[in-house]
């Protein structure tokens, strides 16, 4: 049994979560697929690569993941399908695959598209589904695509960094309304050299240590710590964060028309 993890930006409103379960299906009625995410926002890559990277890190050796976000940002000519520490991952040929890798793949293919096939979602899932079948039967990943591509490249969102300072970019607010900051405890630490700190976001707000747990803190008072995921996040016990503070999440659309309020967390060092 193949397993196979779906995260997509098409939302479950209507028939395309079932329909792409049922291409897979078809092509093997052994595969098992785990839904990730089906609520990504739309063209926001570095959302949807913190989601990607942070499932595909816990899932063993062998999974294939099939990630359905911005796969018509660009008319296509192909798909993709990288082998990378021993997982699969398909994607469009948009720039996310190095991004939720955070470098180039191992290895990549091309998964060529019939140019008189009109080209859908259900289409190209057909396509990955066939290709993860013939891997699952014992194929070599240069046996199922073009290994003579170039890939499109998009760098992962990084903190900016100063002597004394880090500032990251809030690129994700989970159901409870907590933010997470692309600063990861490693980054933290490294930059921080063992001195006291201040995170410091909207203007005034400010949190001077890291907790282990949301009731570390008395009820509606906000707090810091490092997620599952270990990345920075900052939350109210018991409350909203995003919305009581008026923190939004990071978005091409939104630096496409300069409209950047509070979007940063910056954290101080003394």
């Known amino acids: 049994m193949s397993l196979i993890t779906l995260t997509s930006d098409i939302g479950q409103q209507d028939f395309l979560v079932g329909a792409v379960k049922g291409q897979l299906l078809q092509q093997n009625k052994g595969f ?23 499932a595909i890190n816990n899932f063993g050796i062998g999974t294939f993941h099939l990630v359905l976000v911005n796969l018509f940002d660009e008319k296509p000519e192909h798909m993709l399908l990288a082998q990378h520490n021993g997982n699969f991952i398909g994607c469009a040929d948009n720039g996310l695959l190095t991004m939720i890798l955070e470098e180039v793949p191992q290895k990549v293919v091309a998964l060529a598209l019939d140019k008189g096939q009109q080209k859908n979602t259900i289409y190209c899932t057909s396509i990955f589904a066939k290709a993860f079948n013939e891997i699952a039967n014992g194929k070599k990943i240069e046996e199922v695509g073009n290994a ?65 747990t949301y009731a570390d803190v008395t009820e509606g008072e906000k707090l810091a710590l490092f997620n599952s995921a270990g990345y920075l996040e900052i939350a109210i016990n018991k409350g909203n964060a995003a919305g009581l503070f008026g923190l939004q999440g990071f978005s091409e659309k939104q630096i496409q028309s300069n409209r950047l309020f509070y979007q940063t967390v910056k954290v101080f060092f003394e």
Do not use: T
């Open 148 to 212: 003579n591509v170039s890939i499109q490249v998009k760098n992962p969102l990084r903190p900016m960094l100063g002597n004394n300072w880090i500032e990251g970019q809030i690129i994700f607010i989970d159901n409870f309304e907590n933010v997470i900051v692309n600063i990861n405890k490693e980054e933290f630490e490294e930059q921080r050299k063992g001195r006291s700190f201040k995170i410091v976001f909207k203007r005034d707000e400010v949190i001077e240590r890291i907790s282990d």
């Open 32 to 54: 098992s697929v785990i839904d990730i995410s089906h609520q990504l926002s739309p063209f926001n890559y570095p959302q949807a690569a913190y989601v990607c990277r942070n």
